[in-house]
């Protein structure tokens, strides 16, 4: 995966001394990586390993004297299982919604907050409120406090606004039986809206200002200076907070666990997998999952580091 | 991103942010400046519902319609305190996991972040996108090892299995902010301070930390804030004694009787260091969410 990266020219800094010199001093610079190095090897790479290794093998906790080497099998019953097909379909379905309605939100929101107007500060911190709640809390909050059919903020709100108006039957919709998956994207937007707001909002100011009235002179009109010079600018930003989101997205487990508890076709990949690893106590069929997991994400995140790399080559070549 | 404003010219008036002022048109200013406003309140509402809702009798926080001008209280916090199990341990917990691990990963960045910026080694980069592409790797596939490792090694339920494994959650995160942190150090200074003939002590104290000193507290407070919210590692690994705020949380609902308000006084408790870390490094928060490439 670090073949995306280009080597800059910072390698050459200094002139080559000559044999063991040269060794030392290299050592030197490295001292003080090789911890932190070592470290993420140890702690991030070797259970990989592991998994690897577990995924060719007969083990289930409940089963403890029938561990043994079973092949592929594990991928077959992987490939095989309907439950985990569904995972995948429930794992794109939920990460694509959320980032594409995120960030065409946080979009929309970060244009109206990139204007100077009265109160623009007290905006941006309720904006970014959302992200601060820490994830568990706010699954909680959304499923007890604003779906709930009975006592609900939404349901509630839909009586006092059906009530307005003198009358007496509002609907009062199950939110999270009704649409399940959808329950959780809404309340997974929430709170990834003010994370694409912030990078595109960082973005935006960082467009040059001059080249943009210089085009109002022309007599370019405000869409189509958005179209042709502003969301350019911005792709890289769009790229990089569709990106980041997506990894953080497709490994959720907080908001599936506890909003649907994974019911009614909302478990996702990481939280079949747990299952499969908690409940089922099958290790071997676990590690089998997990490392197509990898696999894919591989494939995912060798275009996620291509876009960071870009941003970060722009930054080295100042 | 400096490069594309640097070259910009100086234009006679200028913002706060130093950005040349634009004329306004007031007449859809205002519509537009009224539905930014509409928008962040939407968005506020859950929390300050949630805060609200805590602030309530459990008889007048579950009620259809909402009953918003319902006589505040702290019931719902002396329930959530001394009610049942107690919240202190856990909350001890996750102050313990997230502070802890945050000093280690600074302890292990700061030194790497330096090898990469101001002194590099050979092929640096390669080395920065190899600590990037662990934080792509799903979490859920070295969950199983390290439930075993931990089993056989007697560490379940142990606090610093978490503190470890937090250490590598945000690793990677911290070595690209405070790389992306000591290469805002002039390269001039640091030049200047070798010919004055100052050593490596001298150079890392008087020139280095003050630039990067802000950039340590943005790193430590996104690392903490990713610590304290973490739910399924601490939820596996972990059951009585070292359980944390967020797997408190989870168990802490109960679907008997009324508990609405409870709950949300749980809630806010457990978010509000994370409230109070995020609105302190607001301004740092877009850097570090995006490692270090957006400034």
């Known amino acids: 995966m670090t073949s995306v990266a280009e080597k800059p020219s910072v390698d050459t800094a200094e002139p080559p001394p000559s044999g063991a010199v040269r060794r030392v001093s290299a050592w030197a610079r490295r001292a003080p990586l090789l911890p932190a190095l070592i470290f993420m090897i140890i702690v991030t790479q070797l259970p990989f390993v592991a998994t690897l290794v577990i995924s060719f093998m007969d083990w289930n906790a409940y089963y403890p004297d029938e561990v043994g080497f079973a092949g592929f099998d594990n991928f077959k019953r992987v490939f095989t299982d309907v439950n985990m097909r569904d995972a995948v379909w429930t794992t794109i379905l939920l990460t694509a919604g959320v980032v594409l309605i995120s960030l065409l939100l946080g979009l929309g929101i970060a244009l109206l907050l990139d204007r100077k107007f009265r109160g623009r500060g007290a905006v941006r911190t309720m904006m970014i409120a959302p992200f601060l709640v820490v994830p568990v809390a706010a699954a909680l909050i959304w499923k007890h406090a604003l779906y709930n059919p009975e006592y609900g903020l939404f349901n509630g709100a839909l009586t006092w606004l059906w009530g307005l108006f003198g009358a007496d039957n509002p609907p009062q919709p199950d939110w999270i039986s009704n649409m399940p998956l959808w329950a959780v994207i809404f309340a997974l937007v929430w709170q990834w809206t003010p994370f694409m707001m912030l990078i595109l909002l960082a973005g935006l100011q960082g467009r040059p200002l001059d080249v943009i009235e210089a085009a109002r002179i022309d007599g370019a009109n405000s869409w189509q200076i958005f179209r042709s010079m502003t969301l350019p600018h911005l792709r890289q930003y769009l790229e990089l907070g569709a990106l980041l989101g997506s990894i953080y997205i497709v490994q959720n487990f907080d908001a599936v666990f506890t909003i649907t508890s994974g019911g009614l076709g909302t478990a996702n990949l990481p939280y079949t997998i747990y299952q499969i690893f908690y409940q089922a106590h099958d290790y071997g069929r676990a590690s089998a999952a997990a490392v197509i997991v990898v696999l894919g994400t591989i494939i995912i995140a060798t275009f996620a580091l291509r876009t960071v790399s870009s941003l970060f080559k722009q930054e080295a070549g100042r | ?295």
């Not at chain 2, 640097?6 to 008036?13: E, H, L, R, S, Y």
């Not at chain 2, 997230?98 to 292990?108: A, F, I």
């Not at chain 2, 979490?139 to 056989?152: E, K, R």
């Open chain 2, 1 to 295: 991103m400096s490069s594309v404003t640097d070259t910009a010219p100086v234009p006679a008036t200028r913002d706060s942010r130093g950005r040349p002022v634009r004329k306004r048109r007031d007449g859809a200013n205002v519509w537009l400046s009224l539905l930014a406003w509409v928008v962040g309140v939407l968005f506020v509402l859950p929390v300050v519902w949630m805060v609200l809702t805590s602030l309530h009798s459990e008889e007048n926080a579950a009620t259809n319609p909402p009953s918003v001008l319902a006589p505040l209280t702290l019931d719902g916090y002396r329930e959530f305190f001394s009610g049942g199990a107690s919240p202190w341990p856990p909350l001890l917990n996750s102050l313990t996991a997230s502070v802890l691990s945050t000093l280690l990963v600074l302890l292990l960045a700061i030194p790497a972040a330096y090898a990469l910026s101001i002194k590099p080694v050979r092929k640096w980069s390669d080395v920065l996108f190899f600590f990037l592409s662990t934080k792509m790797l799903p979490v859920v596939a070295g969950l199983l090892p390290l439930y075993l490792f931990a089993q056989s090694a007697g560490l379940l339920d142990n606090i610093w299995l978490l503190i470890v494994f937090y250490t590598s959650m945000n690793l990677p995160i911290a070595v690209w902010m405070m790389r992306s942190f000591l290469s805002e150090v002039p390269v001039e200074m640091l030049e200047a301070a070798a010919v004055d003939g100052a050593g490596l002590t001298k150079t890392l104290r008087s020139v280095i930390a003050p630039v990067v000193m802000p950039g340590i507290a943005a790193t430590a407070l996104i690392c903490f804030i990713f610590s304290w919210n973490e739910l399924l590692f601490a939820r596996v690994l972990t059951a009585t004694v070292a359980e944390t705020a967020p797997v408190f949380l989870t168990s802490f609902v109960t679907s008997q009787g009324l508990f609405l308000a409870q709950l949300c006084a749980a809630a806010f408790v457990v978010s509000l260091p994370v409230l109070i870390a995020g609105f302190a490094a607001q301004d740092k928060l877009v850097q570090g969410l995006s490692l270090g490439s957006v400034k």
